[in-house]
């Protein structure tokens, strides 16, 4: 992996926060806080690379006798139980169309249309369940296990067979499931949703779908050593970027991907900085309402959609570009077209190249900062590497905006009145607040 930062220093808010003169005192004390866990008790996901081989083999077999007996495999989840799974399904099967032993779906919305359609599309006695909650109660996903456990009841088939769970150890829902008799997978208790695509949580989802999860994961040991150094450390390099940019105004952060097959990194991206960076009080408890929007994008589409924007609107965004170095399929244009022979032997590699360096030219000429990652292909090694980069580019971010990046209250807060409407005990005076909330909505009739 690679980052390329040539075009930040010329851009204005960058020529007197060179990103040559960084301290290496102050990246040692940023390393130290995290990898010596002296910022959170929820850094558990700096040891998930190291998962012991009795831990990998158990996961292998279990994902081989799932292939062996089921055509389908649906996980139940939502945010981070889901959208890392979602990435690595996408990187390795949706955008190349390569043929997985078994289809896979990932479920993280309950939306009817398209979850009782989708159930009433497939032989569920062929088809595997993963739930996946970390507290065990997250409404939208416990909903859903609901009404597939009665489905497979109605329908008199074996839910020990067709259902596992992956949980935290002593929850309800761990309770619930050994009582059951399910197979279960244990997420640990210091690591959050959004930083656990590298335990069970998309590990075995990974397997089941004939992902080299060794690989994902020895790539990630790889950015992890990197991360702890004090010269060349990519992480905080990129971190310390967007930290300038954000002290001086550029509050949305652009992440656009030049490959199909990473269009979903941007959506896990997203969830990574919106919830660690967004926050109303830093660690000392002082408001600070901090954070980075972040926007997701796709190269060369959007280039189409948004960068009419990107190039004339507000000058208050960073650019993250995030670009292959070799594709695994490429294809060359005839001289067919008449009228437009400049593309005449031209590859769609070569043409996708040359729109990546007009597009990051013509915005450093309008003064917009950006930079760019660089991976050598798309495999198991280097995903890992890019997960475990923007998770530690994430937690170095944290600490330079000195925040707890590893909490999410304002997510918390409409959770809790979701419980409430349902009527779950202690929660009255949210429930009264959301009943006279609903009574002083007004409606504009025509």
Not at 85 to 95: G, I, T, W
Not at 104 to 116: A, C, R, S
Not at 261 to 284: D, P
Not at 383 to 394: H, V
Request: proline share 2%; charged share 20%.
């Amino acid at each position: 992996m690679e980052i390329e930062i040539s075009n930040i220093n010329s851009c204005s808010i960058f020529r007197h926060n060179k990103v040559g003169s960084i301290k290496k005192t102050d990246i040692k004390m940023c390393v130290s806080n995290i990898f010596n866990k002296n910022c959170s008790d929820m850094l558990g996901w700096l040891d998930l690379p190291d998962i012991d081989s009795e831990q990998i083999e158990d996961i292998l077999q279990f994902a081989k006798s799932i292939k062996k007996r089921f055509k389908n495999f649906v996980v139940l989840g939502i945010g981070g139980s889901a959208l890392g799974v979602k990435m690595l399904k996408y990187a390795f099967f949706d955008s190349i169309n390569k043929k997985e032993k078994i289809k896979t779906f990932v479920l993280d919305n309950i939306d009817g249309d398209y979850f009782v359609s989708l159930l009433n599309s497939l032989d569920l006695k062929k088809t595997a369940f993963n739930i996946i909650t970390k507290s065990g109660t997250t409404c939208e996903t416990i909903t859903q296990m609901s009404i597939v456990l009665n489905l497979l009841k109605k329908k008199k088939i074996s839910v020990q067979k067709n259902l596992f769970v992956t949980t935290s150890k002593g929850n309800s829902l761990y309770d619930y499931a050994n009582n059951l008799g399910l197979k279960t997978f244990i997420i640990p208790q210091d690591v959050g949703g959004r930083f656990s695509v590298l335990s069970p949580v998309g590990l075995v989802p990974a397997s089941i779908m004939g992902i080299d999860i060794v690989q994902l994961l020895n790539g990630a040991k790889n950015i992890r050593e990197n991360a702890k150094s004090s010269s060349s450390n990519l992480a905080y390099i990129s971190a310390h970027i967007c930290s300038v940019a954000l002290n001086n105004g550029l509050t949305n952060i652009v992440f656009m991907p030049y490959s199909q097959r990473l269009k979903l990194v941007s959506e896990y991206f997203a969830q990574l900085w919106a919830e660690s960076l967004g926050k109303r009080y830093n660690r000392q408890g002082r408001e600070v309402f901090t954070g980075q929007t972040p926007i997701k994008a796709l190269g060369v589409t959007d280039q189409h959609s948004q960068l009419q924007l990107y190039s004339e609107g507000r000058n208050d965004k960073l650019f993250v570009f995030l670009k292959v170095k070799s594709s695994s399929f490429d294809i060359t244009a005839s001289d067919n077209i008449p009228f437009m022979l400049e593309i005449k032997n031209i590859s769609l590699s070569k043409l996708l190249n040359n729109e990546f360096d007009s597009t990051r030219l013509s915005l450093a000429k309008l003064d917009r900062p950006s930079f760019a990652v660089f991976l050598d292909s798309v495999d198991e090694f280097n995903m890992g590497e890019l997960i475990f980069y923007l998770q530690t580019m994430t937690a170095f971010m944290g600490e330079m905006l000195n925040i707890n990046a590893y909490d999410q209250n304002g997510v918390e807060q409409s959770k809790l009145y979701t419980k409430a409407s349902l009527g779950f005990e202690g929660l009255e005076k949210q429930k009264n607040e959301l009943e006279k909330f609903r009574k002083n909505q007004k409606f504009l009739q025509f």
